[in-house]
């Protein structure tokens, strides 16, 4: 059981719940769920309330058996699913879905990165990053928003340390350079709705290049 400490923060959650969500943010969350048994209670719940309120607006005369039934069922919703890896432990259902279940087909990103877009539209684009341990991802800020889900390895940046199934959400308030921690290589999903800027010259050429 991964060891869990950055989670999805509630407005995500919410617009995720609510299908507002553009589709590369959605994987996203939906890989982290499938692997974080909090966020999967916290969804539930969230989803339950979002059901109790379509409720209200269509008042109906139930039996006491029916009102029971269904409020019994209600409090299933809260009881986490156990965790079931599917394919292997690195990737994530929806991840393996995009895959096609094949193994990614990396390109490289120059010295210890590689890159394999999963998608890549008008909402934005997701993609898996390896890291080689030690290396970094260029230095960057963010146009718009992007999500990191780590799936294997660990890294650090300016904001803390983010191991197996851990999101770090920013913004172009932060600048940061993430860097792969020893061990084994390490594995993002990331998800971006605007391009990235990076700080340095070189990789700013190399960005059209990259779609990164
Ligand atoms: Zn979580
Ligand atoms: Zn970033």
């Not at 400490?5 to 995720?16: F, G, K, N, T």
């Not at 039996?63 to 069922?73: E, G, H, I, W």
């Not at 990053?129 to 780590?150: F, K, N, Q, S, W």
Request: glycine fraction near 8%.
């Amino acid at each position: 059981m991964a060891n869990i400490s950055h989670h999805i923060p509630e407005a995500l959650l919410v617009s995720y719940v609510g299908g507002t969500l553009p589709r590369p943010f959605a994987m996203v969350i939906a890989a982290h769920v499938s692997i974080c048994e909090e966020c999967r209670a916290n969804l539930a719940a969230h989803e339950t309330v979002g059901g109790a309120l379509m409720d209200a607006f269509e008042p109906i005369s139930v039996s006491d058996d029916l009102r029971n039934n269904v409020l019994a069922q209600l409090d299933d919703a809260f009881t986490p699913e156990p965790v079931r890896p599917r394919g292997d432990e690195t990737y994530p259902a929806p991840v393996l879905e995009a895959l096609g279940s094949k193994p990614p087909r990396w390109r490289s990103l120059g010295p210890g990165a590689k890159q394999c877009i999963l998608e890549s539209g008008k909402s934005g684009s997701v993609r898996l990053l390896y890291i080689a341990p030690g290396y970094a991802v260029p230095d960057h800020t963010h146009g718009g928003l992007e999500l990191t889900l780590v799936l294997q390895g660990a890294f650090k940046d300016e904001t803390g340390r983010f191991g197996r199934g851990d999101l770090e959400v920013a913004d172009d308030d932060l600048e940061h350079t993430p860097i792969a921690e020893d061990g084994d290589p390490c594995i993002c999903l990331a998800a971006t709705d605007a391009p990235l800027k990076f700080s340095s010259f070189v990789p700013r050429l190399l960005q059209p290049m990259f779609r990164i």
